[in-house]
T-cell receptor
Framework: DGGITQSPKYLFRKEGQNVTLSCEQNLNHDAMYWYRQDPGQGLRLIYY???????QKGDIAEGYSVSREKKESFPLTVTSAQKNPTAFYLC???????????FGQGTRLTVV | GDSVTQMEGPVTLSEEACLTINCTYTATGYPSLFWYVQYPGEGLQLLLK?????DKGSNKGFEATYRKETTSFHLEKGSVQVSDSAVYFC???????????????FGQGTTLQVKP
């Protein structure tokens, strides 16, 4: 079945550590996105990529980094510079302009 | 810039009641409009969409009509069930405004609780 796979589902990070969240899609979509969701709030865009080897900052990119070396993969690294990383992270992909996005099941990151 | 505003929740209804969740938007171009649903602990699922003015999106008994004159895309259902309890997000993708990127812009979400 085609879809978007995020892993792990739950992730715990110690203060000062970098962690990487995985996002893989087999939908042959060009565009991929990372969103952050905090309790009771909407989704805020972290980074997005419209083609391989290219990506742009979203609204809250500070403390995060991404890469897009393959069409199907868009990993997100939460660096130690992100001061409040505890949140639910959602990856999405879409065919392109004007089309709907499909979401993964999310990764819940907790700082311990 | 582009934005989406939803009615604040939570919305609490009894089973078989009528539902309306208001959504209004601001966009510089020609947006496509979407409703997504999120069940606890899960990602978002597309519920319905409309790509131009006067289009009506529908799915699983839910409907929403793209109203350009009022810049609205209200979600409606005639008879809700307990299984409809979730968070609902209105979103737009602006594909014609100046400087736009085609990215999705979300409202803050509305929690729906349906009681038996």
């Amino acid at each position: 079945d085609g879809g978007i796979t995020q892993s792990p589902k739950y992730l715990f990070r110690k203060e000062g550590q970098n962690v990487t969240l995985s996002c893989e899609q087999n939908l042959n979509h060009d565009a991929m996105y990372w969103y952050r969701q905090d309790p009771g709030q909407g989704l805020r865009l972290i980074y997005y990529s419209q083609i391989v080897n290219d990506f742009q900052k979203g609204d809250i990119a500070e403390g995060y980094s991404v890469s897009r070396e393959k069409k199907e993969s868009f990993p997100l690294t939460v660096t130690s510079a992100q001061k409040n990383p505890t949140a639910f992270y959602l990856c999405a992909s879409s065919m392109g302009y004007g089309t709907e996005a499909f979401f993964g099941q999310g990764t819940r990151l907790t700082v311990v | 810039g582009d934005s989406v505003t939803q009615m604040e929740g939570p919305v609490t209804l009894s089973e078989e009641a009528c539902l309306t969740i208001n959504c209004t938007y601001t966009a510089t171009g020609y947006p496509s409009l979407f409703w997504y649903v999120q069940y606890p602990g899960e990602g978002l699922q597309l519920l319905l969409k409309a790509t131009k003015a006067d289009d009506k999106g529908s799915n699983k008994g839910f409907e929403a009509t793209y109203r350009k004159e009022t810049t609205s895309f209200h979600l409606e259902k005639g008879s809700v069930q307990v299984s409809d309890s979730a968070v609902y997000f209105c979103a737009l993708r602006d594909i014609g405004g100046s400087g736009n990127t085609g990215k999705l812009i979300f409202g803050q979400g509305t929690t729906l609780q349906v009681k038996p």
